[in-house]
């Protein structure tokens, strides 16, 4: 079973749509998370939710807007996508943070913008 | 402010060679924890390590080994006799006690030529 799984793997897309991406863990964490990682291989985290509460939103364009309907799911809406959102996105999710817990991340989503 | 430097962009290696992949980090906190992550080129994050800042004890495991000195705020990653497998991205991050936060150096691209 994956601990961590993010859908779809690849999405292609055109400038101006809208589109989500959908994560769940079934690890039993309390927190997830949204990194993006870009051409460069550069990983910027965007968004962490602990049990369902927001609590990191770094400075990301308001076009994304994270959803966590529960605390095994964390989903992320783009709107009026741009060719800069290319990228790949990885869920990820752990224990307690503060208490140094691992990471554990999904596979990763490459979206295309075109 | 919390910061990770991975100042080697890029390193080539013969497969048998061995390898040191930096990592330099910055943190005013007493307590916080450090990783190593491998992101091989299928993409997924591979976890490898964790440390904490009171255990400064080196570890072995097989033919990867890792320097902690908190002297010189270094967690240094060796791999011994590389393979071709080892050809991989790797990335140091650092958690400070309490946070939520992860953050992530800008990786070393690996290569092992067989």
């Known amino acids: 079973d994956t601990a961590v799984s993010q859908t779809p793997k690849y999405l292609v897309t055109q400038m101006g749509n809208d589109k989500s991406i959908k994560c769940e863990q079934n690890?039993?964490?309390?927190?997830m998370y949204w990194y993006k990682q870009d051409s460069k291989k550069f990983l910027k985290i965007m968004f962490s939710?602990?049990?369902?509460?927001?609590?990191i939103n770094e400075t990301v364009p308001n076009r994304f807007s994270p959803k966590s309907p529960d605390k095994a799911h964390l989903n992320l809406h783009i709107n009026s996508l741009e060719l800069g959102d290319s990228a790949v996105y990885f869920c990820?999710?752990?224990?307690?943070?503060?208490?140094?817990?691992?990471?554990?991340f999904g596979s990763g989503t490459q979206l295309s913008v075109l | 402010a919390q910061k990770v430097t991975q100042a080697q962009t890029e390193i080539s290696v013969v497969e048998k060679e061995d390898v040191t992949l930096d990592c330099v980090y910055e943190?005013?906190?007493?307590?916080?924890?450090l990783f190593w992550y491998k992101q091989p080129p299928s993409g997924e994050l591979v976890f490898l390590i964790r440390?904490?800042?009171?255990?400064?004890q080196n570890e072995i495991s097989g033919r990867y080994s890792w320097n902690f000195q908190k002297s010189t705020s270094s967690f240094n990653f060796t791999i011994t006799a590389s393979q071709v497998v080892d050809s991989a991205v790797y990335f140091c991050?650092?958690?400070?006690?309490?946070?939520?936060?992860?953050?992530f150096g800008t990786g070393t691209r690996l290569k092992v030529l067989a």
């Open positions: 990820a999710s752990s224990h307690v943070p503060g208490l140094g817990e691992k990471l554990f």
């Open positions: 943190t005013r906190d007493t307590t916080y924890y």
């Open positions: 991050a650092l958690l400070t006690s309490g946070t939520y936060k992860y953050i």
């Open positions: 939710y602990n049990n369902k509460e927001l609590i």
């Open positions: 440390r904490n800042s009171f255990d400064e």
């Open positions: 690890l039993g964490h309390d927190t």
